[in-house]
């Protein structure tokens, strides 16, 4: 557990503390009531309700207080779950990237259109149920990597070229997504904009019936340990990482530069595709979505957290999907808004990606003797 | 079926064109600008959205368009600040910032939006001070054009004056001079004694104003009120256009006009049976031909 304890992982602790000081700190400040008699009174209600809100936020995917008594919170437990499998998947997709120095930002957008065309297949086929799981995923990655060959055909003629194509493709496969799932699957006798229900052979198994607690985040974590193996274990995992630190020493030492982009940012494409299916073939035996779930921009943050290392990409999807689920459940019993975990993503991305920051000799001299201390 | 001839003799059709440039054309200025000192500003979508934000609340609670404008403004120039202090200064990755400054901006107007107003979805509960249109009495004579060119709101008009100042500022200032060296080649620059750093901050900073201003446009153009996310990705279609008109001033205009005919013409077409979503994803199909067109065209050897 040597490494857990790195300085780049107190670092990362640092600042995710930071992050939700702030976040406190803005809830506060939102709950003053400029109107009460004194400012003193003001501050203690503004704090009580603060504290309150925050107990929600931090403990509620655990335990849920009713009635003075303390019970474990099996449903917002299960969602917490439920929210880590594509979290871990679409970090995993960018960590590859990421891992390459390729800026392909098009998690979002493969995420999205592979659950469409997996749903699709959930609609249309009909097959034994574990055949018709295992041909929807592959589907969903097929259409994942599908969109990733522009950008990576991109990044293989300019440095930096596949941001731009990359966000792009994140548009147009939303909106393509849309129409052709309303020409297509569009359950016309629904109010909403949603697809017809899914094939029954389509449903994905789950751990809880009741809970709608599904499988796929033991996908994922297999996926994980697949991702880790390759990068580090492998010598294309070595060519990788090569290609990452620099791209022209990797060309001299005779790594084929393009077929290596390619190959990584289309194995990236193939599991950002499949991370959103679970939850409609899982969850909801449905397509759902009016607006993109934005899982593909999450992905950003958690590879990020995870320093690009896949075996702690669920660690930090499953934190985020943590303060995902307490955000809601805060959203939904109190008045402040689950939108603040965006502000607490950014505030940690924005830090964690200063490399001048926090991270001096001074620093790192520091914390090193406090660890020398502890230690001693 | 709507006749495509009824759509293009109609001048109300140009007339939106116009009006919907204005946020893009600001915006992609800003692009422009950012990326020919070599640091393209992704956060564009952000900044728009936070001085759309903070525009609407300032002038509601001072009732005065000129402190919303200068709140506006102040909002766009704090957002480049942290966005050149974490990439410049700290070395963050700029591109990655610059997602930040988006997920900050969505997330701070969400949670600000319902922290101050009690509402989750707009602020229409203030009344928030609106930029006036302007009639020109002079456009009265001219019959087709007067329809489309006059009555267009202050900002309209500041969007088209910007493209002529950004012009000027690249082609006729030591400035604009600079912007390129240091876009263009880092190393000559400083050799020659320029502080790349400053001036990329300089560029970033000018392309978030602008920005800022476009953003206003959308909250307090015609509507006096702010909703979530209300830039809808407009920031990004600026980004677009700069990649589409390259690195001078009237390609992008064009491109930028594009971009707003598609607009409009999405508008037009919603009435016809056209699904929306089709004609909606044309710039981006668009956008990406180009790039890769001009990608496969220049045949760049910078990677190989």
Known sequence: MKSLLSIRSIRVLAIILLALAVAYLLTIFSHLDVKTVSFFEGLTSAFDRTNDAFFLFLTSPFIRVFSGQIHFNMMSFSQWLNQTTPLILTGLAISLVFSAGVLNLGAEGQMFAGAVAGSFIAVFVSLPAFLHITLIILVSAFTGAFCSVLPAYASVKKRNSEILVSLMMNYLAFYLGIYFMKRFILDETSGAVMSVKFAPSSSFPLFSERYKLHLGF????????????????????????????????????????????????????????????????????????????????DGIIVAIMASKNPLYVPLSAAFLAYIRVGAQNMGRYTDVSPDLVKIIQAIIIIFLTAEGLFASENFQNSIKKLRGNSHG | MVNLIDILSNPSFYATIIRVSTPLLLASMGALIASLAGTPNVALEGIMLFSAFSGTIVSALSQSLFMGLLGGLASALLLSIILCVFSLKYKANIILTAIAINILSSGLTAFLLSAVSGQKGNTSSFQSAVFPQIHFVFLEKLPFLSEILNNQNALTYSAYASVFVVFLLIRKTPFGTHLKAVGENPEAAVSVGLSVNKIKAMALIISGLLAGLGGMFLSMGYISWFTRDMTGGRGWIALAAQALGGKSVIGVTLSALLFSTGESLSYSLQMANIPNELVQSIPFVMTIVVLLVYLKVSDHRERL
């Open chain 1, 218 to 297: 033991i996908f994922a974590m297999l996926l994980a340990l697949i991702i880790w193996y390759l990068l580090k274990k492998t010598r294309w995992g070595l060519k990788i990482k090569m290609i990452g630190s620099n791209s022209n020493f990797a060309e001299y030492s005779g790594i084929h530069l393009k077929k290596q982009l390619i190959t990584v940012q289309l194995l990236s494409g193939g599991i950002a595709g499949t991370a959103g299916i679970f939850e409609l073939i899982g969850f909801h035996g449905r397509f759902l979505w009016s607006s993109s779930p934005g899982y593909g921009w």
